[in-house]
């Protein structure tokens, strides 16, 4: 009966995952638009707050602050349900085209549905920045932490450790002022030390167990190896699916080829890498989170085990990526929210709130350059296209008549017609 009140809620993430295009920052601007315009889950002040102590930690930042988002309404059961009904179509779609590698070349996979996805998710981010600016940047330190923020992010987008800086840095700039005072009577969160003592033990059992197995050649150690490689990626990565990339590819495709692993002879995980790179192109344009190509990564490595064996390399990957962005957030925001109870931690927010809308911005920035620097100088009509579809995914979201569901499946039309 607890869960029957829950039902809507739960059709509305389900719906957020097989709808929210455009990785972490266009998830943000979809969640605000449906949890916070549309459903009223949160306010928009809450969702600023869990997408900004999210980026503080490494894992998923988007399924993490959907997580949050369940943990809210119904504590750690629905929160765990939120983020299995969140990361199962993703990791589904991505767990097939593993098995459909083996009968399809990559010249088989038709695009043309995607091709306006990327500057939809664009004119999503836009459209949460242009929201959320309102509420967090109000007088002159924000919109200094704000500007410097969006400088910071276009230019070092793709470094991992820029946004939990930026955070840091922010938080400590508006200590400065004694304007703020934290409300001290707020109840504190019981504290569940369980969930970082599990992240913890599997974390240092799997690297043990997995180099055991490796060593002694157990029968099951490609099982073995592909949890802790998932899971050390889930636990590590800050900066989400564009941090991690690189670090699968070398775990996957460089390694096996290495001249150490060559003469050593050891049978480890691999893949191609036309593979990889398909997989990773892949990810991008389907709906959900970008962590599910463990599900991808875990089918191709261990396809050689047969059909069964595959089938659970996709479980197994899935699983092991996600699992640690779990258990970090769902122990260490009770630490937050009772840390918010101390005047060095409260004032911290208001800085907070504004970096996030500077990293928004320069994100935002920095996806639309190219477009616009070949639509400006070189009018290709394709880059015109995607302009005009930036500008009217906002116009349409600012209207908030037409729900964004129909918005990505408008684009979906549009491609599949125009190509």
Request: glycine residues 10%; aromatic residues 12%; positive net charge.
């Amino acid at each position: 009966m607890i869960l029957l009140r829950h039902i809507p809620f739960l059709r509305a993430v389900l719906w957020h995952s097989i709808t929210a295009f455009g990785g972490p920052q266009g998830h943000m601007g979809m969640m605000m638009k449906t949890f916070v315009h549309q459903r009223r889950d949160v306010t928009e002040s809450e969702l600023m707050e869990y997408n900004a102590f999210c980026q503080l930690l490494p894992g998923a930042s988007s399924t993490q602050t959907l997580t949050l988002i369940g943990y809210k309404r119904g504590g750690i059961p629905l929160a765990i349900l939120t983020l299995l009904i969140w990361i199962t179509p993703a990791c589904t779609l991505m767990g097939g085209l593993s098995f459909l590698m083996g009968y399809f070349d990559e010249r088989s996979i038709r695009p043309d549905f995607f091709s306006f996805i990327q500057p939809m998710a664009i004119g999503f981010i836009a459209y949460s920045t242009y929201r959320i600016f309102g509420l967090a940047v109000h007088n002159t330190i924000t919109r200094v932490i704000m500007a410097l923020a969006s400088l910071a992010t276009f230019i070092l987008f793709k470094t991992p450790w820029i946004f939990p800086a930026l955070i840091i840095a922010a938080g400590i700039a508006t200590n400065f002022s004694d304007k703020r005072i934290p409300d001290k009577n707020q109840p504190r969160k019981k504290i569940k030390w369980g969930n970082i003592l599990i992240f913890f033990v599997l974390f240092g059992t799997a690297g043990y167990i997995s180099e055991t197995a490796t060593r002694q050649n157990w029968e099951n150690r490609k099982a073995i190896n592909l949890f802790e490689n998932a899971y050390r990626f889930g636990s590590l990565v800050f900066g989400g699916g564009d941090v991690m990339m690189p670090l699968m590819y070398e775990q996957y495709v460089t390694r096996p080829e290495s001249k150490r692993i060559k003469e050593t002879g050891r049978d480890v995980l691999k893949m191609s890498k036309e593979d990889f790179l398909t997989g990773s192109g892949m990810v991008r344009a389907i709906p959900g989170p970008v962590f599910s190509i463990g599900a991808f990564t875990g089918g191709m490595v261990l396809k050689e085990e047969g059909a069964w064996g595959q089938l659970m390399g996709c479980i197994i990957g899935a699983i092991a990526i996600f699992l640690p962005s779990a258990l970090l957030v769902l122990f260490f925001f009770p630490v937050w929210h009772n840390l918010k109870r101390y005047v060095v931690i409260f004032r911290s927010l208001e800085g907070i709130n504004a970096a996030v809308v500077g990293i928004m911005a320069g994100a935002t920035f920095y996806l639309m350059k190219d477009t616009f620097l070949i639509a400006l100088f070189e009018g290709r009509y394709v880059a015109i296209l995607d302009v005009l579809i930036i500008a009217l995914t906002f116009f349409l979201l600012q209207l908030k008549r037409i729900p964004a569901p129909l918005i990505v499946l408008g684009c979906l039309l549009l491609g599949y017609l125009l190509h």
